[in-house]
Nanobody, 120 residues
Framework: QLQLVESGGGLVQPGGSLTLSCAASGITLEYYATSWFRQAPGKGREGVSCISDNGSTLYTNSVKGRFTISRDNAKNTVYLHMNSLKPEDTANYSC??????????????WGQGTQVTVST
């Protein structure tokens, strides 16, 4: 069974950090691109970051320099390390596998999402 499971979300103060995890089963992430998406209430889904099968990475402009995507092939898990969090980062974050990275990516396997709330 193909499955992605996100974890690591929560409530954090502005300026704080969180690391999200996307653990896969039934699919080997190193052979695919894996992207993180987010959706805030009342807004459309936004691509946040992507790591390709060869390890190259992409970030949306609003998170460049603050977020880092990485992959642990041994654990079949992709991470999103988020630093200097802002209230506008508040959203439900989901990971998805497919590819390629970029606007033409097609993602067939999705996780259920994890909530990130940045607030005092």
């Amino acid at each position: 069974q193909l499955q992605l499971v996100e974890s690591g979300g929560g409530l954090v103060q502005p300026g704080g950090s969180l690391t999200l995890s996307c653990a896969a089963s039934g699919i080997t992430l190193e052979y695919y691109a894996t992207s993180w998406f987010r959706q805030a209430p009342g807004k459309g889904r936004e691509g946040v970051s992507c790591i390709s099968d060869n390890g190259s990475t992409l970030y949306t402009n609003s998170v460049k320099g603050r977020f880092t995507i990485s992959r642990d092939n041994a654990k079949n898990t992709v991470y999103l390390h988020m630093n200097s969090l802002k209230p506008e980062d508040t959203a439900n974050y989901s990971c998805a596998a497919g590819g390629p990275c970029g606007p033409r990516g097609i993602y067939d396997v999705w996780g259920q999402g994890t909530q990130v709330t940045v607030s005092t």
